[in-house]
């Protein structure tokens, strides 16, 4: 999404997205660092909306609501977003990739032909038995690099049930009275039970599960495609 709002002025952009939602559901810890980097993109009222609650390293929000908050302005420029849509095919071409999908809506399937393909299902979730994307091995795709990517069992709970957590779980207490909590190792339990949980894969380095760290190499990657 941040490639997409870094290069919309001066290219045509299509996002496919997997799942029925964009933000959800929510795959990303809401945590960020540097508060700034997120504010060049969201104006105060979406950043109000946020509430951005203060924690001894930075802030944490909903990663969901700032992914739709992206999509949003990212819509409003021109680029085109196709929910619930897989790639069935994808092979190079004399002008780069063509991507052949089935989804998006009243079409229900489509081709696309594209100059870049930039492949981030690393952080896309799939519920077991789920449709994926198929890119056939290309290796000519560009792809953010977060480094190894590790197993995850994450989970909602009331703030007021984490006062005992664990050193080594990484936990976000959020403005609303709620915590984020991530496990290698589902090893803690909430005494009222989760709110919500989900089993995805995330960055073994903690900084680089960060709202920061994706901002950081949507950046990158649309700095490749710009030189």
Wanted: hydrophobic share 35%; charged share 20%; with cysteine.
């Amino acid at each position: 999404m941040i490639s997409a709002l870094e290069l919309c002025p001066n290219y045509h952009i299509t996002i496919l997205e997997l799942n029925a939602e964009i933000g959800l559901p929510s795959t990303s810890p809401g945590h960020v660092y540097d508060l700034a980097l997120l504010e060049s993109y969201l104006d105060s009222n979406q950043m109000e909306f946020l509430q951005p609650h203060s924690i001894a390293q930075g802030y944490t929000l909903r990663s969901e609501w700032v992914l739709k908050h992206l999509g949003s302005i990212a819509a409003k420029n021109g680029v085109n977003v196709l929910t619930r849509t897989r790639i069935t095919e994808c092979y190079t071409s004399p002008t780069g990739f063509t991507v052949e999908y089935i989804g998006a809506g009243l079409k229900e399937s489509g081709q696309i032909e594209c100059e870049y393909l930039v492949d981030d299902r690393q952080w896309t979730y799939s519920a077991p038995g789920s449709k994926q994307h198929n890119l056939g091995g290309l290796n000519d795709t560009l792809q953010p690099d977060f480094g190894e990517f590790i197993s995850i069992h994450g989970g909602t709970s009331l703030s007021s049930d984490c006062t005992s957590i664990p050193e080594q779980v990484y936990s976000l207490p959020r403005h609303e009275g709620l915590t984020e909590v991530w496990q290698e190792v589902p090893v803690w339990n909430p005494q009222h039970g989760w709110i919500e949980t989900i089993e995805c894969f995330l960055p073994r380095e903690l900084a680089k599960r960060s709202i920061d760290a994706q901002i950081i190499e949507g950046r990158s990657i649309a700095k490749k495609i710009k030189s």
